[in-house]
């Protein structure tokens, strides 16, 4: 069975000031690993994705994470936040295996961006 | 862009009424699922639908649950007696395919689920 851990539920940042978003998982089989952004009254949005390949994956909005197999980790990045990035962000694994995978989700971490 | 549509957006009931939520996935995906994210809590995999059967159920997806295709567009959940606790936020979910390129599942916006 997969988990993913964020270890920050809340994180306050000023604007234009840099961001990271942490996420750990644990897995005893190879993962894929999302980040998704909920805006306020809002669904579910795909920001970045890790399948296979390079380490440092680019995504919508200015975000970046990179995957540290070692770590276990896929930490969120941005060099310069906008309030707009105000918003919950997950952290989510699925597996690589045929068939329908289920998303399994972190707690999520509150970004709220000040001005 | 094609996306994934849910109704009502709204939802208030009595304890013990049955509700469905209705989806609408994306036209040409295959692989349908259902999650539900308790207010203040994380999303959590409720079930997961292809081939016109269940794939996999969480421990929540008790025999109070319940998901229907009835036609080759609608994906419903239905649950037959609600309870208190069944108050959240209800997210529908497709993707083309279980192995695929892209494998990112689109989100619909949820359905607020209030019982009293």
């Known amino acids: 069975a997969q988990s993913v851990t964020q270890l920050d539920s809340q994180v306050p940042v000023f604007e234009e000031a840099p961001v990271e978003l942490r996420c750990n998982y644990s897995s005893s089989v190879s993962v894929y690993l999302f980040w998704y952004v909920q805006y306020p009254n809002q669904g579910l949005q795909l920001l970045l994705k890790y399948l296979s390949g390079s380490t440092l994956v680019k995504g919508i909005n200015g975000f970046e994470a990179e995957f540290n197999k070692s770590q276990t980790s896929f930490h969120l990045r941005k060099p310069s936040v906008h309030i707009s990035d105000t918003a919950e962000y997950f952290c989510?694994?699925?597996?690589?295996?045929?068939?329908?995978?289920?998303?399994?989700f972190g707690q999520g971490t509150r970004l709220t961006i000040n001005p | 862009e094609p996306e994934v549509t849910q109704t009502p957006s709204h939802q208030v009931t009595q304890m013990g009424q049955e509700v469905i939520l209705r989806c609408v996935p994306i036209?040409?995906?295959?692989?349908f699922y259902w999650y539900r994210q308790i207010l203040g809590q994380k999303v959590e995999f409720l079930v997961s639908f292809y081939n016109n059967e269940i794939s996999e159920k969480s421990e929540i997806f008790d025999d109070q649950f319940s998901v229907e295709r009835p036609d080759g567009s609608n994906f419903t959940l239905k649950i037959r007696s609600t309870k208190l606790e069944d108050s959240a936020m209800y997210f529908c979910?497709?993707?083309?395919?279980?192995?695929?390129?892209?494998?990112?599942?689109?989100f619909g916006p949820g359905t607020r689920l209030t019982v009293t």
């Open positions: 036209s040409n995906h295959l692989y």
């Open positions: 989510a694994v699925s597996t690589p295996l045929q068939g329908a995978q289920k998303l399994v």
């Open positions: 979910a497709s993707t083309n395919t279980g192995t695929g390129e892209t494998y990112e599942q689109y």
